[in-house]
Nanobody, 127 residues
Framework: QVQLVESGGGLVQTGDSLRLSCAASGRTFSSYAMGWFRQAPGKEREFVAAISRSGSNTGYVDSVKGRFTISRENAKNTAYLQMNSLKPEDTAIYYC????????????????????WGQGTQVTVSS
């Protein structure tokens, strides 16, 4: 089992950057593929980015490609989402998620693939 805690959200202006962190408890962080999702008011929770257990493979939703970068440090039990060139439409609560997988290279893009979720961190981008 793993517990996830996000941090790093805040209020920024269009074009600014933020780095979200997701700290995981336990000693088996490297057993989990990690992902970031977001949910804007009145909308469904959507996939943003994902990274494989090894960190060698990543995936992104088209709307953030070239602006967001997902990464992880298994030695620190932490995943990150670097967000650059932020836009008002990026405003949402951002959640990190963990999915237990034996395959070290798989990238998980669906909500159903993740069994563990953090409480979320608010990101607000003003125009």
């Amino acid at each position: 089992q793993v517990q996830l805690v996000e941090s790093g959200g805040g209020l920024v202006q269009t074009g600014d950057s933020l780095r979200l962190s997701c700290a995981a408890s336990g000693r088996t962080f490297s057993s989990y593929a990690m992902g970031w999702f977001r949910q804007a008011p009145g909308k469904e929770r959507e996939f943003v980015a994902a990274i494989s257990r090894s960190g060698s493979n990543t995936g992104y939703v088209d709307s953030v490609k070239g602006r967001f970068t997902i990464s992880r440090e298994n030695a620190k039990n932490t995943a990150y989402l670097q967000m650059n060139s932020l836009k008002p439409e990026d405003t949402a609560i951002y959640y990190c998620a963990a999915g237990l997988r034996s395959n070290t290279g798989v990238v998980l893009t669906s909500r159903a693939s993740y069994g563990y979720w953090g409480q979320g961190t608010q990101v607000t981008v003003s125009s």
